[in-house]
């Protein structure tokens, strides 16, 4: 909002010292890229850094000033006023252009977390550049909205996409996801929940949970990549979050009713139905549910299957990071060789199961090679084999079982193989895998990772940390009538 508070100019401006700088900017520029013809004489003088400070003292000192904006805020009687150049803004802001058509002195009206970063907000508009911290990131990203500085706007985007795992005391990635639905940045949506998705016991504790939303908490519960130790640990934390928020009775029962409980142990069931006051209270809206997993847990899978339709999600277990699920791989110098490693699993999240396992190797190349880029054998002394370059392979992962058995009829392996990295001094997930049991490998597994470099962002202190999970999934056969 704004209102005129002084005169209108006069209809020629002077645009004072603004233009000049302005003019000999567009000019060194223009000589920067002009073409010199491979004139070995040819150099570029580059003062820009200079003219960016002058700008900014421009700002600073109000010198040549043609506009006034006077911002005011809850927060303070008194307002902030900033000694402008209409060309300035105009040029980065379609909304500064419209107001300062017909007006030189121009009062806004901020909330207080946006009234405290004007300032910096005025000076990219003069520079071009601005630090912001994450606590500044949603404000600085609401005046770039408001004023259309649709530069400024996609730039602090991108810092908050790229900055999902920096450590903050209160958490910060849940408020980025709300506020990103409530301006519709779906790009910014999608890394919030993902990041949400592949780290979520690290959300679990921390205060950032009890902010999530009833919406945000129900698209995570339906997701099957959820990174986490156990589901057990899933419940208690939708437990605690249930206790603090005492929501409506339907969304209580909503929430519970996405809970997996036949990936709860039968014994865990037990003690939840015993201890949680939670569950004695909704018990009726998911008393199907435990009676299912209990029958889930008793009966054999294939027996199972005959009567419920496994095919659903309930039975679809998810990331879990417990050992009977799968194993943790450190690979040191993963540049070096080839490496192998064998582990074991459940054979499938019934008790009925719980003796059974399941052997796995895992093997790793750094330098597989495609077949159309292997060394040909040719029948010439000259060039019998094709020069084959080290970085012309990519980094390989196969997974496949040590053993068969009839007990795995009616049952199939879907593979997840996270990859860790080291952010913000955190370790974090930052990528995931998933291949079914019709494939020994992830196909695009680490295309685009430089294992060569000491540095890479795939590698702490020169290992690649993995952690494999198998994931055992029942199928429906011929069913019976109950």
């Known amino acids: 909002m704004a209102r005129l508070t002084g005169t209108r100019p006069a209809a020629t401006r002077r645009w004072g010292s603004a233009a000049a700088f302005l003019l000999l900017l567009f000019t060194v520029q ?10 070995s004489t040819a150099a570029t003088i ?3 850094l200079t003219l960016l400070q ?4 421009l700002l600073q000192n109000g010198n040549g000033s043609d506009s006034v904006l006077r911002v005011r805020s809850a927060a303070s009687d008194d307002p902030k006023v900033f000694h402008t150049h209409q060309l300035l803004l105009s040029l980065q802001s379609e909304v500064f252009e419209s107001l300062l058509r017909n007006q030189s002195v121009v009062t806004l009206y901020e909330p ?4 405290a970063l004007f300032e910096k907000f005025i000076r990219y508009l003069y520079c071009g550049g601005v630090s912001i911290l ?13 004023y259309r500085v649709w530069g400024l706007q996609r730039g602090v985007a991108e810092y908050m996409r790229t900055h999902l795992a920096s450590e903050s005391s209160q958490g910060h990635v849940v408020g980025w996801y709300h506020y990103a639905v409530r301006v519709g940045d779906t790009a910014l949506q999608e890394s919030c929940l993902q990041f949400l998705a592949w780290n979520l016991s690290a959300v679990l504790g921390s205060a950032e949970w009890g902010s ?11 997701r099957s990549d959820l990174v986490l130790h156990s ?3 899933l419940y208690t934390a939708v437990e605690g979050w249930l206790s603090r928020r005492q929501p409506e009775a339907s969304v209580a029962e909503r929430v519970l009713r996405a809970i997996r409980y036949p990936m709860i142990a039968p014994s865990q069931l037990f003690r939840l139905q015993a201890q949680s006051a939670v569950l004695a209270r909704h018990r009726a809206a998911v008393q199907d549910l435990l009676f299912q997993a209990f029958q889930f847990h008793a009966a054999s899978p294939l027996h199972f299957a005959k009567y419920f339709d496994v095919n659903c999600s309930m039975f679809l277990p998810r990331n879990y990071l417990a050992p009977s699920w799968g194993s943790q791989w450190v690979i040191t110098n993963p540049a070096r060789d080839d490496r192998s490693t064998s582990f074991q699993t459940q054979l499938g999240p019934s008790s009925h199961d719980a003796g059974k396992r399941v052997t796995w190797n895992a093997l790793f190349s750094p330098r597989w090679l495609p077949v159309s880029l292997r060394p040909v054998y040719s029948d010439t002394v000259a060039g019998a084999i094709q020069p084959v370059r080290i970085e012309d392979g990519r980094p390989r992962l196969v997974i496949t079982p040590a053993m068969s058995s009839p007990d795995f009829a ?17 370790v974090l997930v930052k990528h995931a895998y998933s291949f079914h049991q019709s494939s020994d490998e992830a196909a695009d597994f680490l295309a685009h990772a430089d294992l060569q470099k000491r540095t890479s962002e795939y590698l702490i202190d020169n290992s690649l940390h993995l952690h494999i999970i198998i994931k055992p999934v029942y199928h429906s056969l011929i069913k019976v009538k109950k």
């Not at 999530?212 to 339906?222: G, I, R, T």
């Open 46 to 48: 580059n003062h820009s």
């Open 410 to 426: 009616g049952v199939s392996f879907q593979k997840t193989v996270l990859v860790g990295v080291r952010q913000q001094g955190r």
């Open 212 to 222: 999530v939303s009833v919406e945000l908490l129900l698209l995570l519960l339906e």
């Open 112 to 115: 207080p977390e946006t009234a």
């Open 54 to 57: 002058r700008l900014q003292e």
């Open 134 to 146: 994450l606590h500044q990131a949603i404000p600085m990203h609401q005046l770039a909205s408001k």
């Open 30 to 39: 223009a000589a920067q890229k002009a073409d010199f013809s491979g004139d």
């Open 231 to 233: 589901e057990l640990e």
